[in-house]
């Protein structure tokens, strides 16, 4: 037996996936194995409700316990690091059944996905303020700025998401009116910590331009093409204090 073949149907058993083979029966009939099993489940559930702490506060321990070991059966993690894991869990509330009374929690639970992933995120040089300033005007629409490495940013249309989200992981009480409209939120990291703030459509729109390679010019006509009479001047320092932008080349520090 191929060690690749030991390992593939080991992994598989312990999921509780259909492995025919004697030799694997064999190890699944130990009293053992079920402890090891349970264990490597527990493991699992544990990591996706550190992964996801608001979804976890908006429908209880044992709701989104229940729902990770499902998540975790169907999708167990592909390597040993579980800090990344549940990269499909978003998609996955987004289509539970028991979660259609709750349209708003695939949204907050993308925002607990953001968070991971601006932590885990590479390090880069931002483009601040001064730097901008430098920059000769007749130059300046072509810059090629790009979104930050671990600048994460999301829209959700019908929920106030990040409002929903921001009080939870925050600790803050909800407003005894929350106002029922779309938001959105941007995360970043400039220095050690995940920081966040609201943003508007139009910072959404710029830095989807950006990320798709646009120079500044054509990224600021996108975001006032979508949200027209947005101040630019503003927003654009906004992101820039975020620490949301940087620069293809590295010029930026």
């Known amino acids: 037996?191929?060690?690749?073949?030991?390992?593939?149907?080991?992994?598989?058993?312990?999921?509780?996936?259909?492995?025919?083979?004697?030799?694997?029966?064999?190890?699944?009939?130990?009293?053992?194995?079920?402890?090891?099993?349970?264990t490597v489940l527990k493991g699992c559930i544990d990591a996706l409700q550190a992964s996801y702490p608001t979804v976890c506060q908006l429908v209880g321990t044992d709701w989104f316990r229940a729902a990770a070991a499902m998540y975790a059966r169907a999708q167990p993690p592909r390597d040993g690091l579980l800090m990344d894991y549940g990269d499909g869990f978003v998609h996955f509330l987004n289509q539970?059944?028991?979660?259609?009374?709750?349209?708003?929690?695939?949204?907050?639970a993308r925002l607990d996905r953001c968070w991971t992933e601006c932590h885990l995120a590479a390090d880069a040089p931002a483009v601040g303020r001064d730097w901008l300033a430098q920059q000769a005007p007749h130059t300046l629409p072509q810059v090629p700025l790009r979104p930050h490495p671990a600048a994460r940013w999301a829209w959700c249309d019908a929920h106030p998401a990040y409002a929903l989200w921001q009080h939870h992981r925050a600790g803050l009480a909800l407003p005894d009116a929350l106002d029922w409209f779309g938001d959105g939120a941007l995360l970043?990291?400039?220095?050690?910590?995940?920081?966040?703030?609201?943003?508007?459509?139009?910072?959404?729109?710029?830095?989807?331009?950006?990320?798709?390679g646009l120079p500044l010019e054509a990224a600021a006509t996108r975001a006032l093409e979508t949200e027209p009479g947005t101040d630019f001047a503003a927003l654009m320092g906004s992101l820039l204090d975020a620490g949301a932008l940087t620069l293809t080349d590295s010029r930026a520090g």
Request: hydrophobic residues 45%.
């Open 188 to 212: 970043t990291r400039p220095h050690t910590e995940v920081t966040w703030r609201p943003l508007p459509r139009a910072g959404v729109a710029f830095l989807d331009a950006c990320a798709q």
């Open 96 to 108: 539970f059944a028991p979660a259609a009374d709750l349209p708003y929690l695939g949204a907050v």
């Open 1 to 38: 037996m191929q060690l690749s073949t030991f390992q593939d149907g080991f992994s598989a058993a312990l999921h509780g996936q259909a492995v025919h083979a004697p030799w694997l029966s064999a190890l699944e009939a130990q009293p053992g194995f079920a402890v090891y099993r349970n």
